[in-house]
């Protein structure tokens, strides 16, 4: 549950730490095919680690909290995970494109 708390959205300082660089290190994997493939494999990235950190999450709160550990949903939870992700990833990209966030060192337009 720690993990996916670290790795999900709900926490104000897990994307310095653990899902820019996460975002960046899968990006740079991406130039290595492409050079322009910088920054959408950040962004895949940036959306995966945060997949995960859902996923994790709700794995450990139903372990923890609910006491389920056998009879889950994993469709609905990978669903759940994805789509909140999902929304959350398409907010910041949508920030960054209207200039809302400024990123000085990552631009976005050649």
């Known amino acids: 549950m720690l993990l996916g708390y670290a790795?999900?959205?709900?926490?104000?300082?897990?994307?310095?730490?653990?899902?820019?660089?996460?975002a960046y290190g899968f990006g740079y994997l991406c130039s290595l095919v492409s050079p322009n493939c910088l920054i959408p494999g950040a962004i895949v990235g940036y959306w995966l680690s945060n997949v995960v950190g859902i996923l994790l999450m709700q794995a450990g709160f139903l372990d923890v909290v609910q006491g389920q550990t056998g009879d889950r949903n994993l469709q609905k939870e990978l669903w759940t995970g994805i789509l909140s992700s999902s929304l959350y990833t398409g907010v910041i990209v949508l920030?960054?494109?209207?200039?809302?966030?400024?990123t000085p060192l990552l631009s976005l337009h050649p």
């Open 95 to 102: 920030l960054l494109q209207f200039k809302i966030l400024e």
């Open 7 to 22: 790795l999900s959205p709900l926490c104000w300082w897990n994307d310095l730490l653990f899902n820019l660089p996460i």
